[in-house]
């Protein structure tokens, strides 16, 4: 039987990359959120890379519902991605940090997520062939 969470993943990732030339997740912007179900409001929030919103949209719900912490350990990932590869406005030493904190929190969802795994691996690989400190924490 196939997991129907990996659909919401596979749609969510596909959506964050075609939207990610649109600008920086920097809040609402008078962006007007579309009735409808958290899911779609999820969808639609990190179709415009309001990933903040998503997040703290998705923080006040119940987290022993398995769906929502698929969408927040998806929109995590996603976060991380688009901070990784798309956000060019915000600089390396801003983007990186928080890009590592915030895969760090998918592997606390979900342990055995290899896409975040991945990435952490490679940032820190970056961070200790410039000789620098790994950054700390993780995103909330």
């Known amino acids: 039987m196939r ?21 920086e997740s920097s809040g609402s912007e008078n962006v007007e959120m579309p ?3 958290l899911q779609e409001q999820i969808q639609f ?10 997040l703290q949209r998705l923080r006040v719900e119940d987290k022993n519902d398995s769906s929502v912490m698929v969408m927040l350990r998806d929109t995590h990932l996603l976060y991380g991605n688009w901070l990784m590869y798309h956000a060019e406005t915000i600089h390396m ?4 940090p928080k890009a590592l904190r915030h895969f760090r929190r998918v592997i ?31 995103a909330e």
């Open 45 to 54: 929030l990190v179709n415009e890379n309001l990933f903040d919103e998503a």
């Open 3 to 23: 997991n129907p969470f990996i659909y919401l993943f596979l749609f969510l990732f596909a959506a964050a990359l075609t939207y990610s030339c649109a600008g």
């Open 108 to 138: 606390e969802i979900d342990p055995d997520n290899r896409t975040a795994r991945s990435n952490i691996d490679q940032i820190e690989t970056i961070y200790r062939q410039m000789g620098r400190d790994i950054p700390e924490g993780v």
């Open 93 to 96: 030493t801003d983007r990186m």
């Open 35 to 37: 009735d409808g179900t």
